[in-house]
């Protein structure tokens, strides 16, 4: 029997037996991140021509802090990522300056319109999520790594004020989108890295934070993934976030895929280097596919990439990962 995607994407989830595999590459639109519609019609013609089992929707990442007075721009990363060319947090005391945004205008109302139009366009069949940041993500946007960190450590009261006013910011968004038709959100988290932060770092200034925004999730969103953004990700501190699906750069960094599995309840989305797919051939990334499927035994695994596909991806290796889920039809 075929499952719908959400049935597909549940049964994994609770890793039950599938139908087949589940399946989801995603990547930037730039230029096109800057108009909703265009933004929209990027995206729904690439699930057009893949059929994946849900779409991510991936916006220019400085979405979430135009509004605060950041500017950004396009430079040809393939990457698809923006070159930051104004920040609005230079002092300390510039954190207790930020001030209580409207969701509903500016880059985050653009991003409402976003949502709005890829629900018409997609009519209901296919889950999609919207990508948030978490604070200490939106935070570096504002003022930099180096400068986020350093008043991190050396301003810590003014930098929480700052947290608290990006935090309401992100609440605010995510009330704004509860009946926006999105099945969840794919919440990135950059800093839960022991290359960044220590463990009593990151649970003082990340972990409140993001339970707090995890814990007002609506009930009805049923695909949130946790993004684990960068190397020597804090498993052991994030693994109990009220998430459904984890996601991390598990071809490049510890832990594995084997290591991993063990850490999280849900669904593991990965499995395929976000550079081996862009890089090799479509046989490598094949059985690259093929052993992930096996240290999954084909169960609670979504098959991705750790991050967003390069905008340069040949398109035999997008079909190779499409087709690779083709070879766990009934083989759960």
């Given at each position: 029997m075929t499952l719908t995607k959400r049935e597909r994407l549940e049964k994994t989830i609770a890793g039950e037996a599938v139908d087949r595999l589940p399946v989801s590459l995603w990547r930037h639109w730039p230029g096109?991140?800057?108009?909703p519609a265009d933004l929209?019609?990027?995206c729904?013609?690439?699930q057009r021509q893949w059929d994946f089992d849900f779409i991510k929707i991936t916006p220019a990442s400085s979405y979430c802090v135009a509004d605060y007075g950041v500017q950004d721009q396009w430079i040809g990363n393939i990457e698809g990522t923006r070159e930051y060319t104004r920040r609005v947090v230079q002092r300390s005391l510039d954190w207790t300056e930020l001030r209580v945004l409207d969701p509903y205008k500016g880059q985050l109302g653009m991003q409402?319109?976003?949502?709005?139009?890829?629900?018409?366009?997609?009519?209901?069949d296919i889950p999609f999520i919207q990508t948030v940041f978490n604070p200490l993500s939106q935070a570096k946007k504002l003022a930099g790594e180096a400068g986020m960190i350093n008043h991190l450590r050396t301003a810590p009261e003014r930098f929480k004020t700052g947290l608290n006013i990006i935090t309401?910011?992100?609440?605010?968004?995510?009330?704004?989108?509860?009946?926006?038709?999105?099945s969840g959100i794919f919440y990135a988290v950059q800093h839960a890295s022991y290359t960044l932060l220590s463990r009593a770092e990151y649970e003082e200034f990340g972990k409140p934070y993001d339970l707090q925004i995890l814990e007002a999730m609506p009930s009805d969103w049923w695909l949130n993934v946790l993004h684990?953004?960068?190397?020597?990700?804090?498993?052991d501190v994030v693994n109990d976030y009220p998430t459904s699906v984890v996601n991390w750069?598990?071809?490049e960094t510890e832990p594995d895929l084997a290591t991993g599995k063990l850490k999280f309840n849900g669904a593991i989305c990965g499995g395929l280097g976000q550079w081996d797919v862009h890089n090799r051939a479509p046989n490598a990334v094949l059985e690259q596919a093929r052993h992930a499927f096996e240290v999954m035994n084909n169960r609670r695994l979504i098959l991705?990439?750790?991050?967003?596909?390069?905008?340069?991806?040949?398109?035999?290796n997008i079909r190779a990962v499409r087709e690779a889920v083709e070879f766990t039809r009934n083989a759960s």
């Open positions: 096109d991140d800057q108009r929209v019609q990027a729904i013609d690439f409402l319109e976003v949502i709005r139009l890829m629900k018409e366009g997609l009519k209901g309401e910011n992100i609440l605010r968004f995510i009330d704004a989108m509860r009946k926006s038709g999105v684990l953004h960068g190397e020597l990700p804090m498993v750069h598990d071809q991705s990439t750790g991050c967003v596909m390069m905008t340069t991806t040949p398109t035999s």
